[in-house]
């Protein structure tokens, strides 16, 4: 069964999902007003121990999505005095395994599943556990078992080679960002854990795209699965902008837009470790300080560093694709993507930093020419088309562009150049794409 939420008809409340009333209690706590899309359109298909392939925008309420049915499944049963019982004698149980693919987002989500279970009385045992950091706590937060455990794949298997753990008890599985998890590489021990657990459990899989390896994974592990499909209309809270600069002036470019808008709160995405230490140089240059956050840093540098920026204590944050999933930052208004990402996947995740929950956010990017053909991929890749800006007082100076990326004329290089032959063969679509990056038309009001 499909769902597409433009034309489902969803629960308006959440009085209408099924859940029990310590949940509902707590949610008004939270004041959740109502249900997202997707909770309205899976919540009740889990609960009535459905398979699920959900998809869904970025920041569109997935964690409570699969937390909130899984929480009221283990806490019916404890109160019914099912309780687990058999995996309790064990001692190393999981009754609910929610696997992520990064430190972030475990520590997030596992988050997110205590704070919706406030008014359950201590009843669900929720545990989360990632590399980085030492196992000893770990192995003693896992004693005696656990209802759910959030973990990223790797040292989960590190903790059941040291049976801390064992998952032939597990219930449901939920695989939260399936694609980030195949793309990381963490295929052979998604493999490796399915292979250590009943084969009849409800798996709930969750995924921004879906690559062939996805494809794959849900044909093998789900049976009968509700599909759902939903792009959050909370979407359109977050702009999205492109700006055209000369090479080598993206720096001064990002300084220019961060002082002119008095912006307290950036995130600002590179491609690689060293570029990180590498803008955070060049932007101190102008008088703007900025933090790193990338994987090379220990668990604990980084915990401390994006504590320190989500409470406002950084202006400025650089960071690897780690932090394009599973960081939710309240209210972040500014997203910039300084390098581009390798995937158009990433692209999407990156800007869902902010805009999130339906709070306004703002998603910039920098491109000169060299990346001008990677951004159209992204573009085609995720549906959408933006207009080429120019930012006042950095506006393109065509002497120095390519001749191949010459605007408003035929595109013929320099006399002697040697590069006549190739240019007559640009078709003429391409023609059209080059005068549609760098047209006049296309410059930005931006004052």
């Known amino acids: 069964m499909t769902i597409d939420n433009n034309t489902a008809t969803s629960p308006s409340s959440f009085n209408e999902l099924g859940l029990i009333t310590p949940l509902l209690a707590r949610l008004t706590d939270l004041q959740y007003q109502q249900p997202t899309p997707i909770q309205a359109q899976t ?25 909130l049915p899984l929480l ?33 987002l475990a520590t997030q989500v596992a988050d997110s599943v205590r704070s919706y279970a406030a008014h359950l ?27 759910i455990l959030v973990a990223t794949p790797g040292r989960l298997l590190d903790l059941i080679s040291s049976n801390a753990i064992k998952l032939d008890h597990v219930k449901t599985l939920v695989l939260d960002e399936a694609d980030r998890m195949l793309s990381l590489g963490f295929t052979e021990e998604i493999s490796a854990l399915l292979a250590m657990m009943p084969k009849q459990k409800q798996t709930l899989l969750f995924s921004a795209t879906f690559p ?4 794959a994974l849900t044909t093998e592990l789900l049976s009968d699965p509700v599909e759902v499909q939903v792009q959050s209309a909370e979407a359109s809270t977050l702009v999205q902008r492109v700006f055209t600069v000369n090479k080598g002036q993206k720096t001064v470019s990002l300084a220019h837009l961060i002082k002119e808008n008095q912006w307290r709160q950036v995130l600002v995405f590179v491609n690689s470790k060293s570029g990180c230490a590498h803008l955070a140089s060049k932007l101190a240059k102008h008088d703007i300080t900025a933090e790193v956050f990338h994987g090379d840093q220990g668990q604990g540098a980084r915990n401390r560093v994006l504590q320190a920026f989500k409470g406002g ?47 306004i956010g703002l998603a910039l990017s920098l491109i000169d ?18 207009e080429r800006e120019e930012i006042a007082g950095f506006e393109i100076d065509e002497s120095l ?46 004052e």
């Open 121 to 147: 009385n201590g009843a669900v045992k929720t545990v989360a556990v990632f590399g980085g950091v030492s196992t000893n706590k770990q192995m003693l937060a896992l004693r005696g078992g656990t209802d």
């Open 72 to 104: 009221q499944q283990l806490f019916n049963e404890k109160s019914s005095g099912q309780a687990c019982s058999n995996a309790s004698k064990k001692g190393n149980y999981v009754a609910g395994l929610v696997l992520v693919p990064t430190r972030e």
């Open 369 to 386: 020419y060299e990346d001008y053909h990677h951004f159209k991929i992204i573009e085609k890749k995720n549906k959408f088309r933006l």
């Open 43 to 67: 919540i009740p298909n889990i609960l009535a121990g459905r398979d699920l392939i959900a998809g869904a925008n970025t920041g569109s309420g997935k964690t409570a999505t699969f937390a």
């Open 212 to 215: 062939e390896q996805v494809k």
């Open 401 to 446: 562009i390519d001749p191949d990326f010459s605007v408003n004329k035929p595109v013929v290089p320099p006399a002697g150049s040697g590069k006549k032959k190739r240019a007559k063969k640009a078709s003429k679509s391409e023609s059209t794409i080059y005068q549609d990056i760098w047209s006049g038309s296309l410059k930005s009001d931006y």
């Open 313 to 359: 204590e950084i202006e400025v944050l650089i960071a690897t694709d780690i932090a394009a999933r599973g960081l939710d930052i309240e209210k972040l208004p500014v997203v910039f993507n300084f390098d581009l990402p390798r995937s158009p996947a990433d692209y999407m995740h990156r800007i869902g930093r902010s805009g999130r929950a339906g709070e």
